[in-house]
Nanobody
Framework: QVQLVESGGGLVQPGGSLRLSCVAS????????MGWYRQAPGKERELVAS???????KYADSVAGRFTITRENAKNTAYLQMNMLKSEDTAVYHC?????????????????WGQGTQVTVSS
C-alpha cells in the first residue's frame, strides 16, 4: 500500500500563497491519480484538485483560477500551489491517490490517504 506524506501547510494572510507537497512511497507512475482533499470543521470533505498520471487536471469551482496542481513522477511527488488565499480556504489538506480516478463523493474512500497538513488563512 502506498504511503503519502504531506508538507507545506502553515499560517498565511489573506491574499498570500502556499505550496503543499505530497511525497509517495513508491513510483508515481504506478500510483495513478493524485490529488488533494480538504476538510474544515463543520463542513463536508471537498476534492480540491486532482491530476492524472498523464497530467490531466480537475479543480473544484471554489479554487479554479487560484490553485494549481502539478506532479513530478520522477520524484514521486505532487504539488498544490495555492495563490490568492482566502479565509474560507482554511482547512486540513490531505493528499490522496487512486489507481484510476479520485472521486468527489463524500462516501468515496481513496485507497491511499495522507495524514494531512493544516492551512490557516487569517490576518
Amino acid at each position: 500500500q502506498v504511503q503519502l506524506v504531506e508538507s507545506g501547510g502553515g499560517l498565511v494572510q489573506p491574499g498570500g500563497s502556499l505550496r503543499l507537497s505530497c511525497v509517495a512511497s513508491r513510483s508515481a507512475w504506478s500510483i495513478g491519480a493524485m490529488g488533494w482533499y480538504r476538510q474544515a470543521p463543520g463542513k463536508e470533505r471537498e476534492l480540491v484538485a486532482s491530476i492524472q498520471t498523464i497530467g490531466r487536471t480537475k479543480y473544484a469551482d471554489s479554487v479554479a483560477g487560484r490553485f494549481t496542481i502539478t506532479r513530478e513522477n520522477a520524484k514521486n511527488t505532487a504539488y498544490l500551489q495555492m495563490n490568492m488565499l482566502k479565509s474560507e480556504d482554511t482547512a486540513v489538506y490531505h493528499c490522496a491517490a487512486d489507481p484510476v480516478v479520485l472521486e468527489s463523493a463524500t462516501s468515496y474512500a481513496p485507497p491511499a490517504w495522507g495524514q494531512g497538513t493544516q492551512v490557516t488563512v487569517s490576518s
